[in-house]
């Protein structure tokens, strides 16, 4: 993107301008997240089953967000980048609000759409000012550092969340989570600056949405990325929506235990990785390195033999400790996923290539994944399994590994041109 070097943010403006949108990430993932840790108790008061769980925590997000995700980045590339932001806090944190209102499946499932349709334009938007108001040099570093915020998010989401549900009850820490969502609007409008698309970058796609993904997507490389996204969903939705209900009933801890030892230490691998994973990334790039993509793919293979052993752990404690290389690889590869698609999509189309990584990560494997664990989960307890949930987690494992070799013909297509 052609943009003058007066238009970068410097000194204080930067840091303000990064940390608002560190602080974007950070809310979206709480109110993500917040159904995972609060399920339990959202489950015995509505009545739910499992697989309704999944719906509402799997498809009914999934869907909306991953469909609203392109019209939203469109908008972003063609220069309203930050009236979408604001727009879609507002919508996000609306619905999550009135979510601590639902009175049963369906009502909580139209609501989730609704937080769905608000988050589906943030992270594009937020991706898209970064290349505007920073050097080239840095984005991965910063993408990694808005990234910070899912697992920043997910372990304020389960720690506060878990407390929540044991003290003050589900429907208080939607509440809660809505209206410090709105707070953040005022500063986005406050701190975060945006820059006029130059006209020539506003048809850089050669037409409309349908046109520009399609591009996009012939092309080898970023379609590889694109199934590997696909892939990282199946790994990692089920790892977030079932990991609580699976150490609860596996290992009798309490919601305030996992949000505290679980959700801690996402979080802190999770900022460790998404970090590393920005400055590793900048510096393959600065070295024109012919392994971009394998470190991550590295990390998805330990993730894939560790998840499998902690399912059958004896102590929740053991099963906690071989989570963590599947904490640490799903936030690892998020800016190089993010990196590559902007690497590979050029001007005019790094909003839609995020939108289009956020699709494939976020429509298939959260809207199927939980849903088939769910299933598999409860018809194998009811054919007398002790723990028909540990069966059905193992979709995760098998996902992790697939991605791993999406991710090594990516790096070769990448090579390739």
Not at 287 to 309: D, V
Not at 339 to 345: D, E, F, K, R, W
Request: aromatic fraction near 10%; include cysteine.
């Amino acid at each position: 993107m052609n943009i003058n070097m007066n238009e970068y943010v410097f000194g204080w403006k930067r840091i303000a301008f990064l940390t608002t949108l560190l602080l974007v990430s950070i809310v979206g993932q709480i109110d993500r997240v917040l159904p995972f840790i609060v399920g339990e108790s959202i489950k015995k008061e509505l009545g739910l089953s499992d697989t309704q769980l999944g719906l509402i925590t799997g498809l009914g997000f999934a869907v909306c967000h991953s469909l609203a995700a392109l019209p939203l980045a469109r908008m972003s590339d063609r220069g309203g980048a930050k009236k979408v932001l604001v727009a879609c806090i507002v919508i996000w944190s609306l619905m999550t609000g009135l979510g601590g209102m639902a009175t049963g499946f369906l009502t909580l499932m139209l609501l989730r759409f609704g937080v769905a349709l608000g988050e589906a334009g943030g992270t594009p938007a937020s991706h898209f000012l970064i290349t505007q108001k920073l050097p080239g040099s840095i984005r991965g570093r910063a993408i990694g550092l808005f990234s910070m915020g899912l697992p920043l998010g997910t372990m304020l989401g389960f720690a506060l969340g878990g407390w929540a549900s044991d003290n003050i009850g589900w429907r208080n820490a939607f509440f809660a989570a809505g209206a410090l969502g709105l707070v953040l609007a005022v500063l986005v409008l406050l701190f975060v600056q945006g820059n006029k698309v130059p006209a020539a970058e506003k048809v850089a796609d050669g037409g409309g949405l349908l046109t520009a993904g399609r591009n996009l997507l012939r092309k080898p490389a970023f379609l590889w990325l694109f199934v590997a996204a696909n892939l990282l969903g199946f790994a990692s939705a089920p790892f977030y929506v079932f990991t609580t209900p699976f150490l609860i009933r596996t290992y009798r801890l309490t919601a305030s235990e996992i949000g505290l030892k679980f959700g801690l230490m996402q979080g802190l691998l999770g900022i460790a990785a998404t970090l590393l994973g920005g400055r590793f990334f900048d510096r393959a790039i600065a070295r024109n390195s012919q392994a971009l993509l394998r470190p991550p793919a590295i990390m998805l293979f330990m993730t894939a033999l560790c998840t499998t052993a902690a399912l059958f752990m004896p102590t929740g404690n053991g099963a906690i400790a071989l989570l963590v290389p599947g904490m640490f690889s799903f936030a690892f590869l998020l800016p190089y996923a993010f990196g590559s698609g902007h690497l590979v999509a050029g001007s005019g189309n790094k909003a839609l290539s995020t939108a289009l990584l956020l699709l494939a990560a976020g429509l298939l494997g959260p809207s199927l994944a939980p849903v088939l664990v769910g299933f598999i989960s409860d018809h194998t307890t009811a054919s007398s399994s002790n723990n028909g949930l540990r069966w059905g987690l193992l979709i995760g494992p098998l996902a992790s590994l697939l991605c791993a070799v999406a991710l090594l013909i990516a790096n070769k297509k990448i090579n390739a041109g």
